[in-house]
């Protein structure tokens, strides 16, 4: 039977949904996708539950209309407002020679437990982006079945405020609607425009979107780095507005009508004021590009700062800068980012996938279509996702179910004396073993339990 996956990019100028459908044989088919009106967000943040929740709702009804679908499961997304980022590592021995899925979980995991988070933050991705057989290379892609006495795993970490989680699920609840997962923006829409060659070369994917930026860093087989800038193609609008004395909705039709302006003649547009009803001024459309110019040339800027302050060099950036989302549509974005940027950039839209039209292959979709692609599998090869569990490429549900999550393993399996705060992170690692099946007691006594915490303090 087939599987109905909805997609909902939660933007702060518009909610993006896409409806896809997988079929028994795991072939993927976009069905519909659409935009409707967000509020109560703003910058990335939910600030009113209330109308977040409606406009969740409304944008959930419109892609059920428009697809004749009933979703079957959920991915949503969350902004990398506020992101905190650890890099995380873990050795452990194979003892029967050959690596094992619950191997591999183990090691992902235990090298989760070693991620340095505030408390007022839970991770929902834990991407292992390297991995180690005995003195082999670096890189290995998948050790899944490879012979050898120890791997070793890095992992890049995704945590987000658990207050933000918490306001997205309050409005969630509120629209009647339950998430499978929660996906961070910018991982979704890298899904969505990256292909296999610019992510082992490494690319910088920037969705620009209504009201802010999402960068993220691919390199070989995982996002590297995430970066959050609260500036969006509406502070164009804005900027218009006020500098042609013109409304909003004027100037946000300015702005999508830019393209159809001939510049180079010097052409003069006819505005409304603004507050007057019957009363309009001529605009030469040179200072529209300029202003317009001006605000993207400034997005850029930041977006250059941002991408110096991650470490990341050129070399290491292969396939240059991947540009998507709605500021995108504006023609001269890639000319100013390959100047600004200093290196090759492409606009991105989504993946050709069957169904998908190429209307509807618009820039701005793409971490809607992103987010279905994840709920299909469509993600790095091995991942913890917000639920804790491991995901992996190509798995299977009958075995999926027999993976434990970190909170699995965390209530059943440790306990702390009372009393007595213990940073078991790394002892909960070493006690674990590649093989525990799920329903296995661990037992661990109390006396050593106490040394080994005075071990960690020095």
Sequence with gaps: MA?????????????????????????????????????GIKKGSITNIELAASSIKFAVSEIEKKSGKKYDKVIISISGKDVQES????????????????????????????????QDYEIIHT???????????DYIEDPLGMNGSRLEVQTYNIAVPKSSLMNLQKALEKAGVKADNVVLSGYASAIATLNDDEKYLGAVVVDMGGDTCNMVVHSKNSIRHSDFLAIGSSKITSDLSTVLHTSIAQAEEIKRKFETFSIKDNELIELPDLGEEHTT?????????????SRIKETLMILTKFLEKSGYSQKELGAG?????????????????????????????????????????????????GLCLYGAGKFTPYE?????????????????????????????????????KMDLKIDEAEAMKASIPKTKEIIINPLTKMINWFKNLF
């Design 3 to 39: 599987t109905n996956i909805l997609g909902i990019d939660i933007g702060s100028i518009k909610i993006c949904t896409a409806m896809a459908e997988i079929s028994d044989s795991g072939s993927l088919r976009i069905v519909a996708v659409s935009e409707d009106e967000s509020k």
């Design 87 to 118: 890099d995380c590592g873990y050795v452990m021995n194979i003892p029967d020679g050959e690596v094992t899925l619950k191997q591999i979980e183990t090691a992902v995991h235990s090298a989760e437990w070693r991620a340095k988070i505030p």
């Design 127 to 137: 991407l292992p982006y390297n991995f180690k057989m005995d003195e082999q290379q």
């Design 281 to 293: 001024h001529e605009v030469d459309v040179s200072l529209i590009e300029q202003i317009i110019e």
């Design 321 to 369: 800068v991947i540009l998507t989302g709605g500021m995108t549509r504006l023609s001269c974005v890639k000319r100013l980012a390959n100047d600004i940027f200093g290196m090759s950039a492409r606009i991105a839209r989504p993946a050709k996938i069957e169904g998908f039209s190429d209307i509807d292959r618009d820039p701005a979709h793409s971490c809607a279509i």
């Design 384 to 420: 913890i996702d917000s639920n804790r569990k491991l995901r992996y490429k190509g798995e299977n549900l009958s075995i999926d179910k027999n993976l434990m999550s970190i909170k699995e393993l965390d209530l059943h399996h440790f306990h702390t004396p009372k009393g007595v």
